[in-house]
């Protein structure tokens, strides 16, 4: 530990107020070894090294040698430089190696005796590099943070408070019963009355795990008049791998989980469906909270008794893997930061409700969250390998941004390779890449073959699937033994402040730490030895941490009631709204800790209270005194979210897969660029079209969303989402009435009707409204429906040419994976072909009047406002 970190170290220790840095903190350079660095290192660099390796170039390998830090994190090949050991670094072996192909540099003079003696010195001496000069303002202690700490409400203990005394006695069931009536009366309103049986069953229901009761489900609990007769349903719904489901899906909204990397390249994350699955099993256990976050943090550092709960324990840290990362950043050190940022943000608004990130540049400009707490926080993730089993590499091609090596073997392994065809393997992808190198870039390569294109890509054809069937053989992930997620980095250290968030700008170094916006009392010290992630766990996870129990309660309450005591459930910092309720609110966070962070306990004392079972009726004084419902005096109406909606669909049709489902269509994905409208996103979209298993287990690759959630706003996999926009547009009308998949689902009831001749219309009237609405029509509508019915059978004409809803036909697609190197290509060996395959719609015909009459009656109640919202 440098001499600065010691001193900033014991600075954090000794009391709980940020890092104050000045002059004397900082290490103080050497200025002979400075002058030598300037004089006999950098026109060195310089003059050999930049054309190829530097911030005005598309760095060859990844490695930059204009930024000290480029150096020491390397290219492709590993760090360039060992500080103190000139005779492990890289950049020596590079220029003096015996292999002319590889010596460097590779144009231009090679360097004298005396430039490698230079630079031998150099780097033994400790890789002296000019600092930038550091600005004032990192470190000093604005003068309004200490008031902010000591007044925010969110960043004070949680209390135990008292419960509130009510006028109206008999219609409380229980304590948060009690905090809702008190404020109601305090405000001069009261509660509507309570919802119906019908209500309630579809409500909850829905609420838990996302589907609708069935019929069979609905006449049971109307029929059972025992007092614990909801207590007993909410029992079984608990119980249902539909509540791991939806409650799963929850998590992974917060987790912004998606398996593939997003924007500017998108390379596919094969294995991300196992943290989805990690995620639903630890729903479905009822993993206590505290050790659900600790897992995804640092499971990797905890005890784990057996190869398979060495292997859970692995998987769940793909929360920390699995963000959206632009692999195709020109620098590997502007990777790694902005990876870190992305894990600082994610673990901070998930767990603690702040927007930590926005002090890597400079201090938070509302909380006090100074830009030292942020880098204490980032040398934590720099101690750490983000093994997402992608690197970085501008303009790259192929196999170009996979990275084996970065992704995390599971224990449980698996058998080897025969040794005698990997050693067949590797001869063959050497030779081949021998040739294509030998070839690369010369007056031959570039010449055009009988085919139109370079000869040299026929090579890289063959390189390219040279390497596939090696690392087929040699790659756990390609045999399944491996998953995104972290392990400790060899090099365990604190971090410098990048001045302005400017990767390459290093100011001081901060010590690995925690927040110092509010106390948690006891709060484990950083191991020197590890990164620090399980006790940064440990700090997220205290009983004394003052947030995290408030913000997951928080998020509890609102999925139950729409909206959550805090509005704003993943900011709780001082732009965020402060709570309706805030004694209920710490009262349900303390509740959550004393019952062991139990999710399924606090959700089902919610569900019982007659807060939730209120009716969704309008009063007209308490909507003009209260019109967003925060004092909960009626049940606010929600719309379903695009997959309770497709499941709904599913599920009324009789055709839903309930069986949880291994794998993703995106296991079959190699980490290669994904073209936007593609073979690829073709496969994926008809593999997720032709499912019918709960939405849950479609593939969810960023960016190619599955046809039937686009419409209903489902998740935006970039950032943590803790509340979903809700909106209701004319497209929503639109797809509801033309969609390929809401018309399969009519035609499917409107079949079974016509199939099925043991019930009258009268009946099956009454079958399709308890499957799709989750109630019994009136007398009213059964005429209605027998009317309508009629009249559509007797115009009835037939149905209109079912031709494709959207048609692009272009260029085939590349179709190198299966061998055919003449396929529609491009020339340049490093782009990837944009064509896109032809978007087609099956038809839907129904093959009488009869039963395109039902069908349409069935589409008209999926298209209906009742179907769509939840009272």
Known sequence: MQPSSVVLSALLLAAAVPVILSAALVVEQDPAQLEFFEKKVRP?????????????????????????????????????????EPENSLLLKRITHADAKKRMPKEGDLLTAAELADLSTWIKNGVAWP?????????????????????????????SPAVPAVKNTAWPRDDVDRFILSKLETSGLAPVADADALTLIRRVTYDLTGLPATPAEIDAFLQDTSKDAFARVVDRLLDSQGFAERWGRHWLDVARYGESTGPSRNIPYPHAWKYRDYVLDAVRRDVPFDRFIQEQIAGDLLPAKTPDERDRLLTATGFLALGVKDVNQRFKVRFIMDNVDEQIDAVTRSVLGLTVSCARCHDHKFDPIPVTDYYALAGIFTSTDDCAGVRNKMGGGGLDYYDPKMLVKLASGGPSAPAEE???????????????????????????????????????????????????????????????????????????????????????????GFLTTFAVPGAPQVNPAQSGRLELAQWLTSPQNPLTPRVMANRIWQHLFGQGLVSTVDNFGINGDKPSHAELLDYLAGEFVRNQWSMKKLVRSLVLTRSYQLGSDVAAASKEHDPANHLVWRHSPRRLDAEEIRDAMLASAGRLETSPVEGSPAKELKMIEMRDNGAEAHTIHEKADASVARSVYLPLLRGVVPKALEPFD????????????STTVPSQALYLLNSTFVRQQSLVIADEVANKNERSDAEWARQLYLRILGRAPSQGEIDRTAAFLRDYEAGYTGEPDNAPVAKVELAQADTTETGNAAAAVPANPDDVDRTVEAVKEAPVVPKNARVAAWMSLAQALYASAEFRFVR
């Open 131 to 159: 600092r930038e000069k550091i600005p004032a303002s990192i470190g000093r202690v604005r003068p309004d943070f200490e008031k902010l700490k000591a007044e925010h409400w969110s960043w004070q203990p949680l209390k």
């Open 44 to 84: 060195v660099l310089a003059d050999h090294c930049y054309a190829c390796h530097s911030a005005d170039t598309k760095p060859a390998g990844g490695l930059r040698v204009d930024d000290r830090n480029g150096l020491l994190v390397g290219g492709e090949e590993g760090p360039a430089i060992v500080v103190g």
């Open 422 to 512: 990997v050693a067949k393997a590797e001869v063959k992808a050497a030779t081949a890449k021998k040739a294509f190198e030998e070839l690369r870039g010369t007056t031959e390569g570039l010449a055009k073959g009988p085919d139109g294109r370079p000869k040299q890509r026929a090579l890289r054809v063959k390189l390219d699937r040279a390497q596939a069937d090696l690392l087929q053989l040699t790659d756990p992930a390609a045999r399944g033994f491996a998953v995104h997620g972290v392990r400790e980095a060899k090099v365990i250290a604190d971090t410098e402040v990048r001045i302005r968030g400017e990767a390459e700008r290093i100011g001081p170094t901060v010590p690995r």
């Open 714 to 725: 489902p998740v935006l996999q970039s950032l943590v989402t803790g509340q979903r926009d």
